[in-house]
């Protein structure tokens, strides 16, 4: 599971920097053309939360908080890119991919906590005797 901790981090701070800067050349065009939509913005916050993710998820890849905190940012990007993509539909499959990253963060760390339980019930059990 920390192998997979790190690829996803490394996934997302490189998909930060297509993000940004699709989400950069959004904004423009939606100030140019003076349209009142804010996917542009919403892509930028996507994109920050996915790097903050990253760099959490991996810095943390051994323990259990890390990755309920950087499954929080994925899961925060998400929502925020899914309820504002507008005409950037790339914003949706961005909002999907953060989803799915926080459920897998979610899902290690849950692992993490029962494997964690089994190991301490295991030398409860080798102490006694």
């Known amino acids: 599971m920390k192998t997979t901790k790190l690829i996803i981090g490394i996934i997302s701070i ?7 800067f699709q989400s ?7 100030i140019l053309s003076e349209s009142d939509e804010v996917s542009g913005t919403a892509g930028l916050l996507l ?3 996915m790097l903050i993710a990253g760099i959490v998820g991996i ?3 051994k323990g259990r ?3 309920i905190v950087a499954a ?10 899914i309820s504002n993509y507008g005409t950037y ?5 961005w909002s999907v991919l953060c989803f799915i990253f926080g459920i897998i963060f979610i899902l290690t760390s849950l692992k993490k906590a029962k494997s964690d339980k ?7 059990d080798t102490e006694e005797c």
């Open 72 to 81: 929080v940012f994925y899961l925060f990007g998400g929502l925020m890119g």
């Open 59 to 61: 810095c943390t890849r």
């Open 118 to 124: 089994s190991v301490e019930a295991g030398t409860k």
């Open 65 to 67: 908080a890390g990755g």
């Open 89 to 93: 539909s790339d914003l949706a499959i």
């Open 24 to 30: 950069c050349a959004v904004g423009t065009v939606n």
């Open 47 to 49: 994109a920050f939360c």
């Open 14 to 20: 490189v998909l930060f920097v297509l993000i940004a």
